[in-house]
């Protein structure tokens, strides 16, 4: 065999071009930073009768706060979500309806440096009929990157867990993933 002095230069450079290459695609999952999530506590809408005659459910104010809390826990095994926590804005967002109030979720979440903001409604029509509602926002452009709404039947506990974990896992992870 030759000697090629330009091979020869060629094999020395492959190595180093192999390390550079090799930690270019070990820090790219990392450059695919993570989006900060805010989710905001749920709402309850109460058109029922029931809530009319009666007032506050405590079992149904106790689902209602577990509502973001739960949905936090389903995102966060997701790579690229992390959650931000929301108690430096939480009675600022407490003292607002979040649905009505002109994007102000999306400004409470810039306040803490979220990427994404999200805000839910719980509506019952009666003890049997509910309704959770889901909707996550772009901080930056305050534009809808997902919504979804999930049909439950029966004011229980199982059913309220288990229509939030279809919204998430069937409808709002598979819209906040088409849009990375």
Avoid at 16 to 25: R, S, T
Avoid at 42 to 65: H, K, T, W, Y
Avoid at 78 to 89: G, K, Q, S
Avoid at 93 to 108: E, F, I, K
């Amino acid at each position: 065999m030759r000697y090629d002095p330009v091979l020869r230069k060629q094999a020395r450079l492959f190595p180093v071009l192999a390390a550079a290459l090799w930690g270019v695609l070990l820090a790219a999952p990392a450059s695919a930073a993570e989006r900060k999530v805010a989710i905001f506590d749920f709402e309850l809408i109460d058109s029922s009768l029931e809530g009319q005659m009666m007032g506050q459910n405590p079992g149904e104010q106790a689902r209602l706060a577990r509502m973001a809390p739960m949905l936090g826990e389903d995102m966060k095994d997701e790579a690229n979500l992390a959650l931000v926590d929301i108690a430096p804005v939480r009675s600022k967002a407490q003292s607002q309806n979040l649905q009505s109030c002109g994007n102000c979720a999306v400004t409470l979440a810039r306040e803490i440096g979220a990427d994404i903001a999200v805000t839910g409604t719980v509506q019952k029509v009666s003890n049997l009929i509910l309704n959770i509602n889901a909707y996550a926002f772009d901080v930056k452009s305050g534009k809808a990157l997902a919504r979804g709404s999930a049909d439950i039947r029966s004011n229980t506990e199982e059913s309220w867990n288990r229509g939030l974990h279809y919204l998430w896992h069937n409808t709002l992870k598979k819209q906040i993933e088409a849009v990375r």
